[in-house]
Every structure is written in C-alpha cells, then in structure tokens.
C-alpha cells in the first residue's frame, strides 16, 4: 500500500513537471539578458545574466494593453450573447409544446455535427457581406469577431437541462401572479439556473479566449488584433529574437492563469462532466 | 401563441445565418468553378471532387490526419485513464497535481505551441538531451519524417488534463464497495481495475474515443504556428489544407469540396457519438 502512494506521487510529478515545463523554459529563456547564451550546450536553467528587460521592451514594442482589450471585449460580448440566447432558445425547448418543437430540436442538434472548419469559408463571405469586418470599422470588426460564436448548441441543451429541473409548479404561481411567458422567464427561472450560467459563461469565455482559427481569417487591423492572433505575430516581428518572443508569451497567458486560478473548481473538482464541450 | 417562436428567433437567426446557409452554401460552392474570376461562379458539377481524386496531396493530407487520429487518441484514451485512476485516491497534494496537469488545457494553443516550438530549436533544449543520449541532433519541425509526430505531441500534451478531468468525474461514480471487495479477495492494482473500474467506464472510454477523434480531424493552430504544413506538405492535415486553398490561394471551389469531405467525416463520428454516448446529455 505504502509502495503504491509512493509509485502514485512519482508519475503524478513526472507529468506535472512534463506538463508546465514548456512554460518553464519559457520563462527562463524570457529572463535571460542579451549577455547570456539562449542556445548554449548544456542549456542553463536559472539565467546567470538575470534581467526583466526583455518584458519591459517586448511591452514597449508590442500593443499587449490593446491585443488584452481586444480579447476581453470579444470574450465579453460572446459570453452575454451566449447567455442570453442560449437560455431564451432552451426555455420554450424545456417548457413549452408548439408545432415544429420537433424539427427545431433536431436542427439545433444537427449543429452540433457541423464542425467550423468545414464551413469557415462561406462563413467568412457571409460576414464580409454584413460588413462586419475590420475594414469597415471596429465596432464591426468586433461584432464579426464575436456573431458566429454567439450561441451553441452546446449552450441551448445546458441551459434546457437546467430548466427542466424546475419544478412545474415555480411557474403556475407566477403566472397565477399575472406575470407572462417573458417575465416567468426573467423572474423567476433564469435566478433559478444561476449555476448553469455560471458553467455556460466559463467555458464559453474559456473558448473564445483561446480562438486562433477565426480572427487570424477575418482580421486585417492590427490594431484589433486578439491575444493569440498577437502572440503568434511576434514570431513574425522578432523573428529570432526568441527572448521576446518568449516574454510576450508569457505576459498572455497570465490573465488566463489568474481566471482558471480562482474559478479552479470549475475546471477540477470533476462535478463538471456535463459541461465538457465536444 | 407566437411565445415560443419569439423566444426561439434570436438564436435561430444566428444558427441560420452562420450555421445552416453556410453548412449549404459549401456544398453549392464544391460544385462550383471560381478559376475564371472570383466574382463569378460557373456550376462545374463533380469537376472539383475529380481534381481532388488527382491531387496527390489530397492523399498525402488524408494520410496525414489519420496518422493523427491513430497516434493522438490511442493515447488520449489510455493515458489521462491512468492518470485520473492514480488521482482518484486518498493523496496530499492532489489538487496541485490537477491544477498543474490541467494548465495546457487552458493555456492558448497559439503559446503552447511557440513554448514547444522553442523545445524544438535545432539547438534547443530536446537537441540537447538527445544528443546527450549519444544519438543524432533531429530536426523536429523541419525533417519530414519527423514535423508531424511532434505536432501530435504538442496535441496530446494539450489534452491529457481534459480527457483526465472526464475521466475523474467518471470513475468517481463507480460505487466503491466493489474495490473494497477486490481489497478482501486480495487483487491486485491491475486485476482491480481490469475487472471493475475498465468494464464500468467502457461507455466514457468510447465517448473519449469519438470526441478525440473529432478534434484530432479538426486540427489547425498547432500546424499553422509551428509548420505552416511543411516540410514538403509534412505535417499538413485537412483543415490546414482547407485554409491553404480557400485562403492563401482563393480557390473556393476546389477547398469547399475538400470541407465536404471534412463535413461527410466529422458528421460521421458525431452521429456515432450522439446516438450511442451522449443521448443523456441531449435528452434523447
């Protein structure tokens, strides 16, 4: 038994090393001065030439501030719309009996199947058709960003999983009360489904934080670029100067550290299973 | 009467307009022929599909995806099993071991893949331990050989505390006197979870097996930071191969016809995964 815990914590801090030390050698590397050999045999791991230079000049050099705004009103935005019309689609869904409730439900969940990637293209027209793009300005900008992603699926099925849970009789009285389908809604079941927002919210804002594939198509301004759009800019800004590029990447992922960091159970307390998105 | 249309409108308009009309606009598109001029489309009929047939790299990029698939998800089943076995006891520090595993997942592909990027160097620091080892230095990201299986890796090292915490969550309904029996008849780690924790999570193993699958098939930012799809197509799977063409060289027709393979393929395992292991899920 002894042997097993002890053969449990060895594996276990093997993959934990393995997993945070790519992170680690980036940090590393982004806190080695100019004096210091980055590719010197055998690799050094605490810098000799210790020095928070290369932040304060990829900081300078680089809009992080704005590609940080930028993610943040993205993220923002998709998470509200997500909210809102996840849990207004889900309601008549878990609620209501109306013709086509049949059809309807099927369609939602045929999205499901449909990757992105399959249908980025004619996606990208139809926005450059709204004019939501960039160019245009950058209200627009951000709204393209954000409408393709604006509800899912994923976030319809949560949100009537929620409801259904309700008891019945939550809304008769309310509606003995006099309220009507939209205040039932607004008063008395969306304060009731607080913990599924709350799961929809996090990985909704989880996944637009990290989207790559999406802006790096649609966006021409720099000036509205996201974090990751940003960060795998540098590579192209200081093509060699990996201390830079390490530091800039660093500085992007600790906004996201600090957000899993306090809404860690969330993520790890395995209470969340449901909320897995495919 | 008009209720639950009126709440139903705001999210179907958005799924119309960036789901359906373009789920059909890209099979309209892979029957189309933009060659002439980008503004005009001539109906072309199966004409893209058969250059797709006589496109080598076609093949090469369907070669390379389902060497992704069968390297990554064989080990994206079988090892966050392991790890969420191992985490499913009584341990100090166990919530600092999900935290740590669990960082890649939420890390931005585009970071975690300039971090593995530089482990990669020609003379970076995995160089050093394999030619420390006495073999020769390998050139990661630019020997064809070897640029896709260190994509894979940068894959698999992003999803093990996913598919771990799927696991966990799993293994932790299985009811605990069956263990405390195997405890009395005296089994070991192995023939315990061979006979119960395996059979009881048969249906997760299944459901992590789709679900890797169907994000192995839509893979891109790994590729698009790291490689670019090169060394001579190396490392280039479909939806990179999808981007190149629809994007880099406007050729709408001919990358819409290779979404709809994309499409046919992801559907495929995500019906298999809808009917057979998320029916709860969905209430169906």
């Known amino acids: 038994m002894k042997n097993g815990k002890l053969f449990s914590h060895l594996i276990l801090i093997l993959i934990s090393l393995l997993s945070i030390f790519p992170f680690l050698w980036l940090i590393s590397t982004s806190l080695k001065g100019a004096g210091e050999n980055i590719f010197a045999y055998p690799p050094v791991f605490i810098p000799s030439d210790f020095t928070f230079e290369n932040y304060a000049g990829v900081w300078k050099r680089v809009n992080l501030l704005g590609y940080f705004i930028n993610s943040m009103i993205v993220a923002a935005g998709t998470v509200l719309l997500n909210l809102i019309l996840s849990s207004l689609a889900a309601y008549p869904l878990a609620r209501m009996e109306f013709k086509g409730k049949k059809i309807i439900f099927f369609a939602i969940l045929a999205t499901i199947m449909i990757p992105f990637q399959a249908i980025m293209l004619p996606v990208y027209l139809i926005t450059i058709k709204l004019h939501l793009t960039d160019n245009v300005n950058n209200l627009a900008g951000y709204i393209g960003l954000i409408m393709p992603f604006a509800v899912s699926a994923f976030g319809i099925f949560l949100m009537r999983q929620a409801f259904l849970t309700i008891p019945k009789e939550m809304e008769e009285a309310a509606i003995i009360d006099g309220c009507n389908a939209f205040q039932v809604f607004w008063k008395v079941l969306l304060p009731m489904v607080k913990p599924s927002l709350a799961v929809l919210a996090i990985f909704t804002f989880i996944g637009s934080w990290g989207e790559f594939l999406w802006p790096s198509i649609v966006l021409t301004k720099e000036s509205l670029y996201t974090l990751p759009v940003g960060v795998n800019n540098l590579q192209g800004m200081f093509s060699a100067n990996w201390r830079y590029i390490a530091a800039g990447s660093i500085i992007s992922i600790v906004p996201i550290i600090v957000f899993f960091l306090s809404m860690q159970k969330y993520f790890i307390s395995g209470e969340n299973e449901g909320a897995v998105k495919g | ?284």
């Open chain 2, 1 to 284: 009467m008009f209720t639950p249309y009126l709440f139903l409108l705001p999210a179907a308009t958005v799924l119309l307009i960036f789901f359906f009309i373009p789920f059909f606009h890209t099979i309209v598109l892979s029957f189309s022929d933009y060659s002439n001029s980008i503004y005009s489309a001539v109906f072309c009929g199966f004409d893209n599909y058969i250059e797709l047939l006589k496109n080598p790299v076609f093949y090469k990029v369907l070669l390379n995806t389902f060497i992704y698939l069968a390297v990554a998800v064989p080990i994206l089943a079988v090892v966050p099993l392991f790890l969420a076995v191992l985490l499913n006891q009584k341990l100090r520090g166990i919530t600092l071991y999900k935290i740590l595993i669990y960082l890649p997942v939420i890390v931005s592909i585009v970071v975690a893949a300039i971090a593995f990027k530089w482990l990669y160097a020609d003379q970076g620091i995995l160089n050093y331990i394999v030619t420390s080892l006495g073999f020769n230095s390998v050139g990661w990201l630019t020997d064809p050989n070897w640029a896709l299986y260190s994509v894979i890796i940068v894959t698999i090292w992003k999803g093990i505390g996913y598919y771990m915490m799927i696991y966990l969550s799993a293994l932790m309904s299985v009811p605990k006197e069956l263990y405390e029996a195997c405890d009395i008849d005296g089994a070991g780690f192995l023939t315990k979870h061979l006979t119960v924790t395996i059979p009881h999570i048969m249906p997760v193993i299944a459901l992590i097996v789709t679900i890797s699958s169907i994000s192995a098939m839509k893979v891109f930012a790994e590729i698009y930071v790291m490689t670019k799809g090169g060394p001579l197509n190396a490392s280039k799977t479909i939806v990179y191969y999808i981007y190149e063409r629809a994007f880099e060289n406007l050729d709408l027709g001919y990358a819409s016809a290779m979404a709809v393979v994309l499409l046919l393929i992801v559907m495929l395992f995500s019906l298999i995964n809808i009917l057979c292991f998320e029916r709860k899920k969905y209430q169906l």
